[in-house]
């Protein structure tokens, strides 16, 4: 709210009362969902490699770093578009300031962005020679293919961070209680495995049945400790005044309820219960479906979770 102005310096003085409403809104949400899915491709990807030949998955190699590097583009593309002046943005790499989360996860997301890319190049020459020899980039491609391998680990190590750095910056938050780091930290880990196996399910036609097994596998333990998660914050969160205010809002006849349940039901339940129905009997059409409900639902769990603590007055 601004008091008053002064014409000769042009300075506005304002009163600091706290914003009415939602801040952080779709915008926000849409960012965690897509961060989830571009890093969590990485960790499916590692975990499959590391358990099967890669023979056994032989589109993986391409189609996973352009799963990632789509999904991350969608989730700095919707950071800088939420800043009020996007433009700031330059000076977190000009002028960093390593003690704020937000400088050192962009730093950290720019750099993990640009190998995703690397590899990307990479796999796409290698999965489509024809392509290669019409750019006139054969022998070089063949030259750095190895390299591939040799800058995966780091991808890998870098996700980790990019992935939870978002729930470091939630819980900074002041007078959002529910935002609690150690919490937000594993439901981002679980979020990223839960969206990552099901973004690979879509490309995963091709691959051998023990690798489908495994890939229904992780869905289903991330979807199960995901649902776990939600609840032990729902049922057990009245050792705080405020979060218990908080949820009041997905409670019986609270504004989000409905939203809510339907998250859990659609985004976590059922796609648990198809995914383990599916390692017994390979069922392509029913795992893609447990896919589309899983990343369906867990932007609804997290659109819910985003809104409800702001929405609680703080004066």
Known sequence: MIEHGINATHAVVTLDVPLPG????????????AKSIGTGVVFVAAFLWYRHNKDEMPNMRWTMPLISFIALNVFLLFTLVDLHQPYRMINIFLHPHWTSAITVGAWMASLFTGLIMV??????????PDFRK????????RGISPFYEKIFPFVVFLAIPVTMYTAIIMAESSARELWQAPTEVMQMMWAALMAGSAAMIFVSDKWSKEA?????LILAIATFFSFIMYMGEYFFSFKSS???ATLAYV??????????????????????????????????????????LALVGLYMAKDVWLKIPQMLPLS
Request: hydrophobic share 55%.
């Open 251 to 292: 409670h019986s006849g609270g504004a989000y309820n409905t939203e809510f349940w339907f998250g859990m039901a659609l985004g976590f339940i059922a796609p648990f219960f198809l995914a383990v129905s599916n390692m017994k009997s390979d069922n392509k059409t029913l795992l893609r479906f447990a896919a589309i």
């Open 22 to 33: 939602i801040i952080w809104g779709w915008m926000i949400t849409l960012n965690m969902w």
């Open 242 to 244: 405020e979060a218990e």
């Open 134 to 141: 019409n750019c006139g980039v054969a022998k070089t491609v």
């Open 119 to 128: 590899m990307m190049l990479i796999g796409g020459f290698d999965a489509f």
């Open 212 to 216: 489908r097994r495994d890939l229904a």
